[in-house]
T-cell receptor, first 110, second 114 residues
Framework: GEDVEQSLFLSVREGDSSVINCTYT??????LYWYKQEPGAGLQLLTYIFSNMDMKQDQRLTVLLNKKDKHLSLRIADTQTGDSAIYFCADLTGGFKTIFGAGTRLFVKA | DSGVTQTPKHLITATGQRVTLRCSPR?????VYWYQQSLDQGLQFLIQYYNGEERAKGNILERFSAQQFPDLHSELNLSSLELGDSALYFC?????????????FGEGSWLTVV
């Protein structure tokens, strides 16, 4: 079935760039998303990319999509302590289900 | 505030019991989703409704059921509860079932089964 995989942890220093990676299996994905979950809160959409795009930039966020390898990444430039959170990759599949990865916990060291 | 309202925020109940989690979607959103987030299994898609009809089904146990009412609010019923059902249950909504934009999440209902 459809699956989305992410590494569980990432630790970076404040001011560095963070790159969170995700792989998915569905061949009919239409949209791919990045969500952020802060402690005690629900998920909030950060950004999304349509499957026919390679890249999308939104201020400090850059999303790269390699559709051939089914690989999605989120780059956060100039990472701040406020960026510490769990980041979820999600895939809107051809079967109209949104499948989430397990989430990558980002630790930002001051 | 996403506009998606979930109640109750916290719930503690005993094994074998039944609980109902309630969700009010954002105004204008026709599609409602339920997700379960646990430490060992991450975020699992349970079920999706669109305008009262079941649209997609994920890893929802037979002990669990859901429905979406004519006023578009939704309820997730969890019965014969087990310790392993302890988790954070999220409701989310979107305008359409295949919206390319945003699924808005509520803040979740924490269920603890003791």
């Amino acid at each position: 079935g459809e699956d989305v995989e992410q590494s569980l942890f990432l630790s970076v220093r404040e001011g560095d760039s963070s790159v969170i990676n995700c792989t998915y299996t569905d061949s009919s994905s239409t949209y791919l998303y990045w969500y952020k979950q802060e402690p005690g809160a629900g998920l909030q959409l950060l950004t999304y990319i349509f499957s026919n795009m390679d890249m999308k930039q939104d201020q400090r966020l850059t999303v790269l999509l390699n559709k051939k390898d089914k690989h999605l990444s989120l780059r956060i430039a100039d990472t701040q302590t406020g960026d510490s959170a769990i980041y979820f990759c999600a895939d809107l599949t051809g079967g109209f289900k949104t499948i989430f990865g397990a989430g990558t916990r980002l630790f930002v060291k001051a | 505030d996403s506009g998606v309202t979930q109640t109750p925020k916290h719930l503690i109940t005993a094994t074998g019991q039944r609980v109902t989690l309630r969700c009010s979607p954002r105004s204008g959103d026709l599609s409602v989703y339920w997700y379960q987030q646990s430490l060992d299994q991450g975020l699992q898609f349970l079920i999706q409704y669109y305008n009262g009809e079941e649209r997609a089904k994920g890893n929802i146990l037979e002990r669990f059921s859901a429905q979406q009412f004519p006023d578009l609010h939704s309820e997730l019923n969890l019965s014969s509860l087990e310790l392993g059902d302890s988790a954070l249950y999220f409701c989310a909504s979107s305008v359409a079932p295949i919206s390319g934009n945003t699924i808005y999440f509520g803040e979740g209902s924490w269920l603890t089964v003791v």
